[in-house]
């Protein structure tokens, strides 16, 4: 059983450092100019270029988060999520052992005592300041779940662990489940198995998470999650996520998820570790900070992120960076959505919104960036990046005008990609022009 370190112990103070470098930027960068790019108005305009599409007024219409929360059964209401609301008394308090209403010393083990109550009514986990080494893994069950931070900031308390998806399984093995704290008998024994029986080489993107969820309803509030493997290991193939997430109405409020390659992983996978082709889930992210360098947000579902911050940390890649690598089913209208948020990178341009994550020939990722601002780390003439996996070059729709000089296109039209802009602010923003072919 991990040991939940208070803050008094030795802490992890990286990600602070960073967090406090990227604010004390971003002032000096205001500082030096009377009116700042992010507050300049948007000079996008539509159809943009086939390599930078950008949304009419009329077409930004259709990507609003009540779509990208619609249902895929007919006649089902859109999913409606209010503010995360807290108890007054929560059902189990995490914290170092002895300490006055403390009912376990590791995340995990309240987890499990919250699932074994086998209730539909949501739980309360409550984790005071501090840091718990380890992963936590939330089974699927009757009733949600909500873990929540009891400090002052999201940085107070820290889940984190070092896992590469490139591991073989026996190092896995010993990494994720010391001391026996996955075993059979225990709520999260079927997800620990079936990633310990996984036959390959390695231990791959899906089994690399430091937090994995699959309760429908989960609510995260005021915490960080750490894949902490970092800048540890070479510019190759190394899928380290922090929080994977495979539920539907998964919400996530004032949470810093931090890592470098697939650092947010949301997935449509079943108990069996499996993706499926008839599930969307959905998941609001709010007042966030999310960290990486390769695909930092990464798979198959509905996201919505709002008033959020991404920061692009390509120290270890050095010649590549994608904030978003969707993996939306061709038939599914609505994959991941960015609002009123922030997309930050240093460097000359290397940074790239985001590709396509063409796991199939089903695939056509779906992403929209909206009323956001984009710094000038990112690159102008080429915002999108060719798909993983299939190396399908990108080609956004442009359209063409009518009689009325409104622009005419499927926005779903499969034999271009489905990643748009609109409204965006901030240098990186630039709509550059394509030379005549």
């Avoid at 249902?71 to 859109?78: E, F, G, Q």
């Avoid at 990464?298 to 690598?325: C, I, K």
């Avoid at 993996?327 to 990178?345: D, E, K």
């Avoid at 990108?394 to 005008?401: D, H, I, K, Q, Y």
């Amino acid at each position: 059983m991990d040991n939940f370190q208070s803050p008094e112990q030795p802490v992890n103070i990286s990600s602070v450092s960073r967090l406090a470098l990227a604010m004390a930027f971003g002032v000096t960068l205001t500082a030096c100019s009377s009116t700042p790019p992010d507050q300049i108005p948007s000079d996008q305009t539509a159809p943009g270029t086939s390599s930078r599409p950008i949304l009419s007024a009329n077409e930004a219409k259709n990507f609003v988060t009540a779509h990208y929360f619609s249902a895929l059964t007919p006649n089902t209401a859109p999913w409606s999520p209010s503010s995360i609301s807290l108890p007054a008394q929560p059902d189990f308090v995490v914290g170092p052992a002895g300490t006055q209403g403390v009912t376990h010393t590791s995340i995990q083990a309240a987890v499990d005592a919250a699932i074994i109550k086998r209730t539909n009514k949501r739980q309360y986990i409550a984790i005071m300041p501090g840091e718990d080494q380890g992963t936590v893994y939330i089974p699927a069950a009757t009733g949600s779940l909500t873990l929540y931070g009891m400090g002052e900031k999201p940085l107070d308390v820290k889940i984190g662990q070092a896992i590469d998806g490139d591991m073989s399984t026996a190092d896995w093995r010993r990494t994720v489940n010391p001391a026996g704290k996955y075993m059979p008998g225990k709520p999260a024994w079927y997800m620990f198995d079936n990633c310990q029986n996984k036959r390959g080489t390695n231990i791959g993107v899906m089994c690399s998470a430091v937090v994995w969820s699959q309760n429908n309803g989960l609510q995260l509030q005021n915490l960080t999650i750490e894949n902490n493997l970092g800048d540890s290991v070479d510019a190759g193939n190394h899928p380290a996520v922090a929080l994977r997430t495979d539920g539907d109405k998964t919400q996530i409020n004032k949470v810093n998820i931090l890592g470098r390659q697939n650092t947010f992983f949301v997935t449509n996978s079943g108990v069996d570790n499996r993706l499926q082709n008839n599930r969307q889930t959905r998941t609001l992210v709010t007042d966030s900070y999310l960290e990486g360098d390769v695909d930092i947000v990464s798979g198959r579902g509905a996201v919505v992120f709002d008033n959020t911050d991404f920061r692009v940390v390509n120290s270890r890649t050095q010649q590549e960076a994608y904030v978003f690598a969707p993996a939306t089913l061709s038939n599914i209208y609505y994959g991941f959505l960015a609002i009123n948020s922030r997309f930050t990178a240093s460097g000359d341009g290397v940074a790239q919104l985001g590709r396509s994550l063409d796991v199939d020939s089903n695939t056509n990722g779906q992403v929209v960036i909206r009323d956001s601002v984009i710094n000038e780390g990112f690159n102008m003439a080429k915002p999108w990046a060719d798909s993983v996996i299939a190396k399908r070059p990108f080609a956004g729709n442009t359209g063409a005008e009518d009689d009325k000089g409104e622009i005419q296109r499927n926005l779903n039209d499969t034999n271009f990609n489905r990643m748009w802009e609109y409204n965006n602010r901030g240098i990186g923003s630039k709509v550059v022009a394509e030379p005549k072919q």
